[in-house]
């Protein structure tokens, strides 16, 4: 393989022919590629020239990445020209990570676009010089013409490609630069091409003429730093008084090989510099460009600085400065200055409690005392002092005999919040809820750090870190053994409870969170008032054997089915027992008769079942009154953090406020702006009440298996493909005019028929016959359930489609010749129960299909040691939750599983999308979701289009 450059494009091609050359372009899966034509010249042995015409491949720069890392660079053989073009990447990438690229125009026939160029100066202009001399002849060999002979300069060329290389990768980054002249200006119209794909400037020509002519005088100026070893920098002084007024910029010439000299620019001509008048002149260049990116410069006088008032010194640090850094000048800041809107008022508090210790059962509702006070940095100020302050927060002011800008938006909140008490008596529950808050005191201002005391400051260090708790016996009545994770986390369960206080056990599946709630309820069992178990129906026989098994004396009482006890009948039945288990779909039907029941406790399984806050049987749970409230989930957020509010409001009420204000403090700056600091914030807020364990730490649990997750891609039949096609372009004809809410609907359910024509044509077609040969997805599942059958494996397949269940388990039968149940959710229980059995005993059924919301929780199926996902929830939290029903304790096999994607088409765009959010909410607790309806029409397009590659010829 070789590559060459033309005019900044780089282009593949190898020496044989065109058939070779596509053949090989296929074993690295681009074998659909448009090729171009090109003349290739390379002296022969004897020095002729003798143009060949080629078929040549044109590389962007993200392609020709992928090549090299994974295709081109571990392979031998390859041409000096591939070799030295990557190694010229490689450069560019450098130039990048050394800031050494600077904003610059080109010139086309077009206009005047806004580029990222590559800044040579000192080792990297060594290193450019270096490659120059060394390029091979076949790096440059093409030509658009026969007759046009291929002898670009080299140092233009290798300049060219590294400048292309930077301007895609800068563009990234660029938007942080933000609009920071005014938007009328060519340079806002520069600054903007910088950042978004390059865009002509627009404006007359006399005014682009000036422009690009400043701009190509400003590159020049960086001779001074690349010939003559100095640097401008800009110093910005303070006023030589009080006065808000009267800063000045001044101008100097930094030597770089000894940092102690600084030349003000009026004096370049008087001092002895390395080069003289040359390096005067380049000096004054550099000026005068900067002039170009900060036009106030022009008033400067020689001799004198740049005098400004307070609010303009304040523009070129926030506005300007930043522009001329990224441009290659030296801003020196003042030390106070930070990026932003200047220092921020905080506030610090002490919580006291009057005595060491105090009765669990009544601690929530005892009076604490909390004291606050606001810092300025590190110095207290009283509320009055910070009145004064707000008058000119913003602004350049003097405090404590030192110049600072202080946040305006942390005064006023600093002011509101010591107004409503410095200090305060509050009950223990509210000050919990004040100090894990850590931030409630309002969106702009940060609460430093609370000093606690007595049996408050314990609670408060135990519920941080639950390795303080004692662990407990285990409980009498209890029969089995509690693994040592297991004793720790009834501990936490009973210490929290213990308080009044809601716990969150959000053990991974698998891990005995059953268990570890039922040496709950039989240390507890001496209260003499009934617990409220609230589960999926699916998981009722589930809770029965376990609790037959593990606590055989307990009195437990099934509340379910037409035949279920009511009224006065069922709370008195219900006094009589220790647990009572109901299910979801009841609890609100029958809210009225639970609530009359004096629970000891209320606890949720599948607490995931309440994520919307506004369900009625979140609304339900919420009424019923008990002593303590538990929540047992593997996925305490499944969506997005959202989730998390329903959960905490159930378990705390009024820990994360009101609903509204969870939204603007929590929802929004996470979900849609990656917020870290209101991640942490929630974290330190929730934390203390979830108590999360995986069972891939080996910290925790080490008899476990573990278990390999690949990706298994797969190619769409032709009929797919026109079926994917056809949907598509229906989706987008209908797109104009539609309402949000409408838009959102056809988005949602565009996504749903798309899924189904990448499972199979026969789905979305509602047909049962000729299914054999017309899915891609469906030929490999079934070329790899053989393997596990010759295996003498099991398998589970799961698919959130009732319909593609119902087809994937006629199919398993016609292949196979063997029954395949197929587990709904309107499956009955019986029948559930049967064929959880079968596919349980050793000489059973080795495949289950599965519909991922029925069967994705509550159940052990530990016989299966392939997991088959046929089709994407492109949830992590729901994917691993259903996966989880064969990797789990009692598995003593290596578990694989397999995820399936449909290449090119939105399954694998969103996949990827999925991999790349997949850490955002695992900073709170886990999981998290894509917006995919909130996408513009553009993304929409390159979502769901369909490339080439998708299908099979």
């Keep these: 393989m070789h590559c060459s450059a033309l005019e900044g494009r780089l282009f593949l091609w190898t020496d044989g ?64 020209s591939a070799v030295y073009w990557a190694n ?82 800068a563009r990234r980054v660029a938007s942080s630069l933000g609009q920071r002249f005014p938007a009328s200006t060519i340079y806002s119209k520069w600054q903007s091409a910088l950042s978004h794909p390059s865009a002509l400037l627009q404006g007359d020509s006399g005014t682009l003429e000036r422009f690009h002519q400043g701009i190509l005088g400003w590159q020049q100026s960086l001779d001074l730093e690349s010939r003559f070893g100095y640097r401008l920098a800009f110093a910005v002084e303070e006023p030589k008084n009080e006065s808000r007024d009267g800063w000045t910029i001044v101008p100097l010439v930094e030597d770089l090989l000894d940092p102690n000299v600084k030349i003000e620019i009026g004096r370049v001509e008087e ?53 001329l850094e990224q441009s290659g000048f030296h801003i020196l800041k003042p030390g106070w200055w930070t990026e932003g809107d200047g220092l921020r008022v ?80 509050l009950s223990a529950r509210d000050a919990l809820r004040e100090v894990l808050g850590m931030g409630s005191a309002g969106r702009g201002l940060e609460i430093r750090e609370i000093r606690t005391e007595g049996w408050i400051g314990d609670l408060l260090q135990r519920l941080r870190e639950p390795g303080e708790i004692k662990e407990l016996e285990m409980p009498a009545g209890l029969k089995g053994e509690l693994r040592p994770y297991q004793r720790r986390g009834f501990s936490w369960l009973n ?109 949720l399984d599948e607490a995931q079942n309440i994520k919307n806050f506004e369900t009625k049987q979140a609304k339900a749970a919420r009424q019923i009154e008990s002593s303590y409230r538990v929540a047992l989930t593997g996925t305490p957020v499944e969506n997005h953090v959202g989730d998390l509010y329903s959960l905490m409001d159930f378990l705390n009420p009024g ?119 017309r899915s891609g997805k469906l030929s490999r599942l079934t070329e790899m359930l053989e393997e596990v059958r010759e295996a003498g494996e099991k398998a589970l397949i799961f698919t959130q489609f009732a319909e593609m269940g119902e087809i994937l388990a006629l199919h398993c039968e016609q292949v196979f010749g063997k029954t395949v149940s197929f587990l709904h959710g309107g499956t009955r ?34 016989a299966a040691n392939h997991v088959f996902h046929f089709d994407r929830w492109w949830n992590p939290a729901v994917e691993n939750q259903a996966t989880d029903r064969a990797f789990r304790i009692g598995q003593n096999k290596t578990v694989q599983v397999h995820k399936f994607v449909c290449m090119g088409t939105l399954e694998e765009r969103i996949d990827q999308m999925v991999e790349e959010k997949k850490a955002l909410v695992s900073k709170v607790v886990e999981a998290g979701e894509v917006w995919l309806t909130e996408l513009s029409n553009q993304e929409l397009r390159e979502l769901f289009s369909l490339s080439r590659e998708a299908w099979e010829d």
């Design 17 to 80: 022919e065109t058939e070779e050359f596509r053949e090989a372009l296929k074993n690295i899966g681009l074998g659909k590629a448009h090729l171009e034509t090109a003349y290739v010249s390379i002296p022969d042995a004897e020095g002729r020239i003798l143009p060949t015409q080629k078929s040549v491949l044109p590389l962007g720069v993200e392609t020709w990445r992928r090549l090299w890392v994974d295709w081109l660079q571990p392979r031998e053989g390859l041409g000096e």
């Design 88 to 169: 010229a990447t490689l450069l560019a990438w450098h130039l990048m990570e050394r800031g050494a690229h600077v904003p610059t125009v080109l010139k086309s026939r077009d206009g005047l676009e806004g580029r990222w160029a590559a800044r040579w100066m000192g080792e990297e202009y060594q290193s450019f010089q270096a490659m120059v001399d060394r390029m091979p002849d076949s790096a440059r060999a093409l030509s658009l013409k026969a007759d046009l002979l291929p002898r670009s300069d080299r140092a233009t060329l290798l300049n060219q490609v590294v400048s292309s290389v930077i301007d895609t990768q």
């Design 271 to 323: 001092v002895e510099m390395r080069g003289g008048e040359k390096a005067a002149e380049a000096a004054w260049r550099c000026f005068e460009q900067a002039s170009v990116l900060y036009p106030a410069l022009v008033s400067f006088e020689d001799g004198d600085g740049l005098y400004l008032p307070g609010e303009r010194v304040i523009d070129f640090l926030s506005r300007f400065a930043p522009l």
């Design 346 to 425: 905080a506030v610090t508090g002490e919580l006291h409690s009057d005595s060491a210790a105090v009765d669990s059962t009544n601690a929530m509702s005892s009076k604490v005392r909390l004291d606050w006070a606001a810092l300025l940095g590190d110095q207290p100020v009283t509320i009055e002092e910070l009145n004064e302050l707000a008058k000119h927060a913003g602004e350049m002011q003097q405090v404590g005999g030192k110049w600072m800008r202080i946040d305006p938006v942390s005064v006023r909140e600093a002011v509101k919040f010591l107004k409503g008490g410095v200090k305060k008596e």
């Design 495 to 603: 210490f929290v409870t213990g308080f009044g206080l809601g716990a969150c056990l959000a053990d991974d599946m698998g891990l005995g969170k059953s268990l570890q709630l039922l040496a709950l309820l039989a240390l507890r069992r001496g209260s003499g008032r009934p617990t409220l178990l609230i589960c999926p129906t699916s998981v009722i026989g589930n809770w029965e054997r376990e609790a037959a098994k593990f606590f055989p004396s307990l009195q437990l009482m099934v509340h379910h089915g037409a035949a279920r006890a009511k009224g006065p009948t069922f709370v008195r039945a219900a006094k009589r027992h220790d647990l009572v288990l109901s299910s979801y779909s009841l609890v609100h039907r029958d809210i009225e008769i639970l609530k009359q029941v004096p629970w000891d406790g209320v606890v």
């Design 655 to 773: 820990l994360l406020g009101s609903e509204r204000d969870f939204q603007q403090r929590f929802f929004k700056p996470i979900q849609n702006h990656h917020n870290e600091r209101a991640a942490k914030q929630l974290k330190g807020l929730t934390a203390p009440f979830v108590l999360r364990r995986l069972k891939t730490d080996k910290s925790i649990i080490s008899d476990l298996p573990e278990k390999m997750e690949m990706k298994t891609y797969c190619k769409l039949t032709k009929e797919q493909a026109k079926l994917y096609a056809d949907v598509v372009s229906g989706c987008f004809g209908e797109m104009d005019g539609k309402s949000s809410m409408e838009r959102r609907g056809l988005i949602l359910a565009t996504i749903s028929r798309l899924k189904q024509v990448c499972n199979h044509p026969a789905q979305i077609l509602k047909e049962r016959t000729d299914l054999a040969g």
């Design 829 to 862: 229980r019986l029948d559930r129960e049967k064929m959880i059995a079968d596919f349980s005993k050793p000489e059973g059924a080795s495949l289950f299909v599965l519909s991922l919301k029925a069967g994705g929780t509550g159940l052990n199926l530990v």
